[in-house]
Structures are given as C-alpha cells and as structure tokens.
C-alpha cells in the first residue's frame, strides 16, 4: 500500500509538471534525481540498513537496561518423601543417643531403641513436614560494575557504526542507480542513432527503387540499399533489448515492480554542457570515504573493548533484596496453610583474584586487534589516494574524449552533408554516400559513449569520496 501511495503522488506530481505529455499517455517521466529518490526511500537495501540501525539502538537499551534493579517473582512447592533424620550425643539422655552414645544403663537404652524402631528412626528424631512452600519477590542491582560501564559506551560506538553502515549502503545504491540511469540513457541514445541510420539506409532503397522502375538504376543497386538497410534491423532489435534489460536493472534498483513503464526526463547530451564545471569542482578529500570512516569506527570499538577488557580486574558491588512467604504443612498440600514472611538485604562484593590468565589474554587480544586496525588504516588510506587519483585522471581522459568526439560529429555531419548533396546532382556513388552514413553513426555512437564513461566515472568517484548528496535526493522526491 506505501507503493502504491508513492507511485500514485509521482503520477500526480508528473501529470501535473507535464500536463500535454499526461493526456497523451499515462506514462510519468523520471529525472536522475527523481530515480534516486524513489531509490533511497522504497530499495529494500536502505531498509535492511536502516533496521540495522534501529537494531544496534536497542542493543544499547537492552546494555542500559543492566545497570537498572532487576525484579522477579518466584514460587516453590516441595514434597517430603523421606524426612530427615537428626540424632543427637547428649550425656544425661541415653534413648536420645544414636550409635557413638554413652548410656548407663543398658536395659534402658535397649526399650529406648524398642521404641523408636517402630518409627524407623535407629535412635533418631525425624524432622521436617510433608509439604513446603515458598513464595516471594526478590531483585538485584549492581552499584559498581566496571565492564559494564564500558560495555555503555561500547554500545554507542555501535551504533555509530550501524549508522555508517547505513550511509555506505545508500552511497553503493545511488552509485548503482546512476550507473543503471546512464545506461539506459545510452541504450535510448544509441538506439535513436541506429534508427536514424536505418531511416537513412530505408530512403536510400526507396530512392533506388522508384529509379529501377523508371528504368534509371539496376538490379544491384536495389538489391545493394536494401541488404544495406537489413543490416541495421538486428542493430535495432539488439538497443531494443538493452534498453529493456538497463529499465529492468534500474526499476530492481529502485524498489519498484518490473512492470513499472516511465520514460527518461533527458539525454546523454543534456550533461555535455555542465561537465567542465563538474570537472572543475573535483575534491581530493576522502574523509567521508565510508570503507575509512568504518575502519576509524573499528578501531574506536577495539579501544573500548580493550577498556572492557581491563575493567574485568576491578572489584564488582551488587545490591540484593527479597520478600518471601513460606507454609509447611502435614498431610494433604491443598490444607493446613501457614503462611510466614520473611525478608532480607545484601551486598555482595566480588574482587577477581586469579583466573589461569585469561583476563591478561583477552587484554592482550583487544590491543593487537586495535594495532591491527591502525596498520590497516595506513595502508588503506594510500589505497585510496592512488584510486582518487586514477579517478581524477580517468575523467580528465574521458573530457578530452568528449571533446573530440563532438568536434568529430561536427564534421561527420558537414562530410555526410556534403556526400548527401554530391549524390543527389550524381557526383559521388552510393558507396561514398554509405561511408559516410557509417561515418556519421560510428561518431556519433562514440560521443554517447565518452559521455557515459564521463558520467559513470564520475559517479564512481563520487562514491570514493563518500560526497554524494543524498538529502538532495530525498528532498527532490518530495519537491
């Protein structure tokens, strides 16, 4: 239902920015940005993300929830199958004596033994009742619990973590949509110079045709033009399927059903004009750089867990209290309740001696893992200047390239123009005119294509650096 309530307010925000091209279809159009937006509030890998989040959050309470008293309630009911037996060594009281007694007299120790034979005592004194009850509450509180402390500030350094971890998956998901919307845009692009080719390729065979029935061309040159137009049918079905398989990839991107149909707002040539000032603006600062900013977090963790460590040496101070009521009875369980409460307060003091050395193990463990990750963050950041500055490099490559595949298009254009007129007055054969059909499309397939690379090289930069400007992205949905 929230899709359906999202899809439905793009519908209407499009129709009403775009009210002609809504009354000829129902097919909403989407910008880069609208993409992204849809991206960031509907892909399930944001809401994986941001579960993870929540998730790390009451981790901390549940950490929290430990240094609050805890409180239970309790019962217990037990059945005397044997009662216990109690002798006693008491000078003066001979049929009290068990085995080990003195006794005087003989005779009397002997009936005094008759007797309590018949209870099965041997010379003792059963104790207890057939039934026990107890009931109650009791409750805990630590005072002072070093590791758990710890163990606090530990759980922050946590969530910092799931939220980093958030980040870096919504800059991954916009660099993959990106990606995804500038290769259909070149699929789009390529397949509307393809279908230029072959209208060409169609009106040449049409031209040569109406010729051969006026008698004015042969055989060949019909036949020539027409497996030349041929030629660029599986060209055309080919951009066909990529451009299917590039809204699929991008719809899967974006959270939404495949059946989704939109249109794209722009073209590959709507970024020519603004790529040098995009150029010019490149920084060189990856300190947003999410693999940094995580490795900066793991090494903060491995701190806290070498203080967590430590602290296990440090005396522990616990507050106990109970309420309780007891009953014992004999005969049946359900009569004869008497009903007793007690109750009583403690502290307990636990001060860690000796353990075999575990605690100067684990210690050790923490403070090589925090070096290990120190060692990681140097070798890591020079990972990164290297591929920023391939990145920069890289760019620079693919403006240049752009530049001269749109100085190359200009005069493929002239050249075909030329062509074009040279074979209509009969100055060029359609071989000449051919080639610089092919020319013209090869050119201006090639300037799409160093678009691309810019726009995608861009983007991978963009996520190197860890700058990209997802609030813009999810503002430009609401706007």
Same mark, same amino acid.
């Given at each position: 239902m929230k899709s359906n309530r999202l899809l439905l307010s793009i519908f209407l925000a499009l129709g009403a920015g775009f009210p002609a091209l809504a009354q000829q279809a129902d097919i909403p159009m989407l910008s880069l940005e609208q993409c992204l937006g849809i991206a960031l509030s509907e892909s399930p890998t944001v809401k994986i993300a941001d579960m993870e989040v929540a998730r790390a959050d009451y981790s901390k309470k549940e950490t929290l929830g430990q240094l609050l008293p805890s409180i239970s309630f309790g019962a217990s009911y037990n059945r005397t199958l044997a009662k216990q037996v109690m002798?006693?060594?008491?000078?003066?009281?001979?049929?009290?004596?068990?085995?080990?007694?003195?006794?005087?007299?003989?005779?009397?120790?002997?009936?005094?033994?008759?007797?309590?034979?018949?209870?099965?005592?041997?010379?003792?004194?059963?104790?207890?009742?057939?039934?026990?009850?107890?009931?109650?509450?009791?409750?805990?509180?630590?005072?002072?619990?070093?590791?758990?402390?710890?163990?606090?500030?530990?759980?922050?350094?946590?969530?910092?973590?799931?939220?980093?971890?958030?980040r870096s998956s919504r800059l991954e998901l916009v660099n993959q949509v990106k990606s995804a919307y500038y290769t259909l845009l070149l699929a789009e692009d390529s397949r509307r110079v393809i279908i230029e080719s072959y209208d060409m390729a169609k009106l040449n065979h049409e031209i040569y045709t109406k010729k051969h029935q006026a008698g004015a061309a042969s055989d060949y040159d019909v036949l020539r033009t027409s497996v030349a137009m041929k030629n660029i049918e599986p060209e055309m079905m080919q951009s066909e399927i990529a451009i299917k398989q590039a809204r699929l990839q991008l719809l899967i991107l974006m959270g939404l059903d495949a059946g989704f149909n939109f249109t794209t707002a722009e073209g590959l040539a709507v970024y020519e004009d603004s790529m040098y000032d995009t150029a010019m603006s490149i920084s060189r600062d990856y300190s947003l750089n999410p693999t940094l900013k995580l490795n900066e977090i793991d090494s903060q963790i491995a701190r806290r867990n070498v203080s967590i460590q430590q602290a296990a040496w440090f005396p522990t101070l616990a507050l106990s209290a109970n309420y309780n009521w007891t009953s014992m009875s004999n005969g049946s369980p359900l009569r004869n309740f008497r009903w007793t409460p007690y109750s009583g307060v403690g502290l307990t003091l636990s001060l860690p001696i000796f353990e075999g050395g575990q605690r100067y193990s684990r210690v050790k463990q923490a403070k090589i893992q925090a070096a290990e990750l120190l060692m990681q963050r140097e070798n890591l950041e020079r990972t990164i200047d290297s591929q920023v500055t391939l990145a920069i490099d890289n760019i620079?490559?693919?403006?240049?390239?752009?530049?001269?595949?749109?100085?190359?298009?200009?005069?493929?254009?002239?050249?075909?123009?030329?062509?074009?007129?040279?074979?209509?007055?009969? *100055?060029?054969?359609?071989?000449?005119?051919?080639? !610089? =059909? %092919?020319? /013209?499309?090869?050119?201006?397939?090639?300037?799409?294509? *160093?678009?691309?690379?810019?726009?995608?090289?861009? !983007? =991978? %930069?963009? /996520?190197?650096?860890?700058?990209?400007?997802?609030?813009?992205?999810?503002?430009?949905?609401?706007?």
């Open positions: 002798y006693m060594n008491m000078d003066g009281f001979g049929g009290m004596g068990g085995a080990g007694s003195s006794s005087e007299n003989e005779e009397t120790e002997i009936e005094s033994r008759a007797s309590n034979s018949r209870a099965g005592s041997n010379g003792g004194i059963k104790v207890g009742l057939d039934n026990s009850f107890s009931t109650g509450f009791s409750a805990s509180m630590p005072l002072i619990a070093p590791q758990l402390w710890q163990s606090m500030k530990l759980s922050d350094s946590q969530i910092l973590r799931s939220i980093e971890q958030a620079n490559v693919n403006i240049k390239q752009i530049a001269s595949c749109a100085e190359s298009v200009s005069e493929a254009e002239r050249a075909h123009d030329i062509m074009q007129k040279s074979f209509e007055i009969g *100055a060029a054969s359609y071989l000449d005119l051919r080639d !610089s =059909e %092919l020319s /013209l499309t090869r050119a201006r397939l090639a300037r799409f294509q *160093a678009i691309y690379n810019f726009l995608v090289a861009h !983007s =991978e %930069l963009e /996520l190197l650096l860890g700058n990209a400007p997802i609030e813009k992205y999810t503002k430009s949905l609401n706007n």
